[in-house]
């Protein structure tokens, strides 16, 4: 074979081989998003049963923020809904708050291509907390005040008796070290409670995912993604701090965080603080040996040096 020949025939094994190369690496990057896809159908109607969100007849306002974590609540619940053997509705709702360039069609425009029903709400609250809160403080818990009766009164008017948000694990979770660092509490973002009205039922479908799945599932679907700074409120100081703490005992210890994701579903407040809780007043002993008992640690090795036999004795110096 001469040289063109033989240089002609190289690149094209070279582009076949590129070409599987590349088909393999499609054929991985949606093996990855279907397998996300899935957990997070999963998790999703994992949080739904263990807490028994949604029933048969019920009408579920969805909010939507325009944030990557509504958009998918919404997504999964739709798809829920299809594979479900009960009956429900869903109904999309986001609040505008007139906040400075918030680009109005994006929601509308998505929400009709989806095929859902929807309803946008316009309330200029924006003007009202720029109002009342002097420049420089913290205008989040007035916003969220206002949204929070506005919402409440749409879910009403729309015959809708349970509200869904987009609240995910590491929402909890930052919550719950706000409570705890901040609060003096041991209180967290629940999965269901009821509204502050009384009349609806607030849910998080979410609450079992990650926020980084969260994040991956927006990008792999591509949502519209709204930008969550227009008011011009700066990020919670706090709450970052948080968030920076959760990042780095994931990178230096995995699993920690899953681990006291899970502690917060196997409370035990005999062996908390909380007179309230547990009746420690009236506690007597009733002669009955307890088989889980005080054990969790037992086979820590002591803290406290002693002279116990057995035991290492610390030497001065
Ligand atoms: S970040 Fe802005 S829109 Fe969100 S609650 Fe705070 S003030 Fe309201």
């Known amino acids: 074979m001469n040289a063109p020949l033989q240089n002609a025939a190289q690149m094209d094994a070279q582009s076949a081989e590129q070409a599987e190369l590349n088909s393999k690496q499609r054929e991985k990057i949606a093996h990855e998003n279907n397998k996300l896809h899935k957990r997070l159908c999963r998790q999703v109607g994992q949080a739904i049963g263990d807490f028994n969100m949604i029933e048969d007849g019920d009408k579920v306002m969805v909010c939507l923020s325009g944030g990557k974590d509504s958009y998918a609540l919404l997504d999964i619940l739709l798809t829920l809904r299809e594979r479900a053997p009960i009956h429900f509705d869903i109904v999309a709702v986001n609040l505008d708050q007139k906040q400075p360039n918030f ?148 990178k230096k210890h995995p699993g920690r965080v899953e681990s006291i994701f899970s502690a917060l579903s196997t409370v035990v407040p005999s062996h908390l603080m909380d007179p309230n809780m547990f009746g420690f007043k009236d506690l007597k002993a009733d002669g009955v040996a307890s088989p889980l008992g005080d054990i969790a640690f037992d086979d820590e090795p002591c803290s406290t040096p002693t002279s116990m036999p057995g035991t290492i004795v610390l030497q001065n110096g």
């Not at 002097?134 to 919402?151: A, H, M, Q």
């Not at 009349?199 to 599932?217: F, G, L, N, Q």
């Not at 919670?236 to 994931?250: D, F, P, S, V, Y």
Request: glycine share 8%.
């Open 103 to 250: 680009p109005a069609h994006i929601l509308p425009a998505y929400l009709e291509k989806l095929g859902v029903a929807f309803h946008i709400e316009n309330q200029d609250t924006y003007s009202i907390v720029k109002r009342l809160i002097p420049e420089g403080k913290t205008t989040c818990s007035l916003c969220s005040r206002l949204r929070r009766g506005i919402l409440y009164r749409v879910a009403n008017e729309l015959g809708c008796n349970k509200i869904a948000l987009g609240h995910h694990r590491d929402d909890i979770l930052e919550t719950f070290f706000l409570n705890m660092f901040f609060g003096g509490k041991l209180k967290g973002m629940p999965a269901k409670l009821q509204s502050d009205d009384g009349k609806h039922i607030v849910i998080r479908p979410m609450a079992y995912v990650k926020e980084e799945d969260s994040t991956r599932y927006a990008e792999v679907k591509q949502f519209p993604i709204i930008p969550c700074d227009l008011c011009g409120s700066q990020e919670n100081l706090q709450r970052k701090q948080i968030k920076g703490l959760m990042r780095e005992w994931e």
